[in-house]
């Protein structure tokens, strides 16, 4: 047999992963040994894909919507997009700058593609979703963490990112309602970042909205979109996943500016040529049919954040803020005195709770752990039970 020696492009050392998926995976492990796990670990809404959304599809497979489509997207769907667009934010989009993708990565890693590269620096979240900076690594720019500050709220100081910004400076990304925080940036900063970026057009701002219609605290949403000095130079990244319980369904959407959709189109076509045919079909309908469904995700959510923020306030040495958007607790454990992911080994190891490591978020993570709402109730109450008791019994 021949040995052979296959050597992979350097870049790859660039690329990181999402460790959700590693504590999904080990957390399935433990269950399958016969173990109680409650998983808080995962991202993604406990709740099945509302039923006239997979009618939906079925009728497409069936009416015979079995080929490719054009690699933007159905037309239908952009269209509805941006009447999905115009009747929450009252923006206008043209369906020209609409591009529909299989999951809102894809929007991180094309922004990526799109503007980073040596000799270029990203702004992205930090505690942030693991994505950007792994994008940002492998576009081969430096990535250029600004602080989600939990003092704030885990907003952001507008002047400390227009500080960071610079002549490589390509693309700021921001994240709001935020994973893994919770948190939403208010408009007041939003205002100040917009402003302060008019010394800087050749800075590209990549806007994360992935959880827009999860908020329900104090701090309101305010979309990106309704700044219009910054249309020409704004990507919005969406979709499917969160708001419609669809997260394997694999659907998102861009809205480029008209100077870089058709490159990102180009993309498209050479990463995988267009989405899904009856998925579209299925995203189609959850936009157009009834939006009871969203309501009721997004009310649940609330009552389980506060059930989890304040149980959580109740255990000795840990603080947590009560979120105010998509559907994570991000509580302080630094009065432990143990590292985030040694914590989350811990808890899951010992009283079978899955969560995830603030480390895994960036280095501003650290001293932080995220626990995901996306579970009932009563699997809430219970986990914070376990949590309470071990923390009491380790650590009192």
């Known amino acids: 047999m021949n040995n052979y020696n296959i050597k992979f492009s350097e870049r790859f050392n660039n690329l990181g992963t999402e460790t959700a998926f590693t504590v999904l995976a080990k957390a ?71 591009l529909i993708v299989p999951g809102g990565k894809v929007i991180i890693f094309f922004s990526a593609m799109l503007l980073g590269e040596n000799g270029k620096e990203i702004l992205y979240p930090n505690p942030g979703f693991p994505i950007y900076e792994s994008a940002i690594n492998f576009s081969q720019a430096k990535p250029v963490p600004y602080q989600l500050r939990e003092d704030m709220g885990f ?19 921001i994240n709001s309602p935020a994973n893994p925080t919770g948190g939403v940036v208010p408009e007041m900063e939003l ?25 329900f605290g104090s701090t309101n949403f305010k979309s990106m979109l309704t700044y219009p000095s910054i249309s020409n130079r704004l990507i919005i990244l969406n979709g499917w996943s969160k708001t419609y319980a669809m997260t394997g369904w694999r659907l998102g959407y861009g809205v480029f500016p008209p100077s870089l959709f058709e490159l990102a189109e180009k993309l498209a076509v050479n990463v995988h040529s267009c989405v899904n ?5 299925a995203a189609l309908e ?11 995700m997004n009310d649940t959510f609330k009552r389980r954040a506060e059930i989890m923020s304040n149980e959580l306030n109740k255990i000795e040495f840990i603080s947590c803020q009560k979120p105010q958007g998509a559907f994570y607790c991000f509580p302080n454990i630094k009065k432990l005195g143990v590292s985030a992911l040694e914590l989350q080994n811990l808890l899951l190891e010992n009283v079978g709770v899955a969560s995830v490591a603030g480390t895994s978020f960036g280095v501003f993570g650290e001293g932080f752990l995220r626990f995901s709402c996306a579970n009932s109730d009563s699997a809430i109450m219970e986990a914070m039970e376990r949590v309470s008791e071990f923390i009491k019994n380790k650590f009192s």
Do not use: W
């Open 286 to 296: 959850a936009l157009e049919g009834p939006q009871n469904c969203v309501k009721n």
């Open 155 to 173: 907003s952001f100081s507008a002047e400390e990112i227009l500080a960071k910004v610079n002549g490589k400076t390509s693309l700021i990304i």
């Open 28 to 98: 399935n492990k433990l269950a399958e040994e016969g173990n109680s796990i409650i998983n808080l670990g995962i991202g993604q809404p406990d709740f099945t894909t509302p039923e006239h959304i997979v009618e939906a599809a079925i009728k497409a497979l069936k009416d015979g919507h079995h080929g490719y489509t054009q690699t933007s997207g159905i037309p239908k769907l952009r269209e509805a997009v941006c009447k999905d667009i115009i009747r929450r934010h009252n923006v206008e989009i043209n369906p020209d700058n609409v």
């Open 191 to 215: 205002t100040k970042l917009v402003e302060g970026l008019e010394k800087f057009p050749e800075v590209a701002l990549m806007s994360d909205e992935i959880y827009d219609q999860f908020c």
């Open 277 to 281: 045919t009856s998925a579209q079909f």
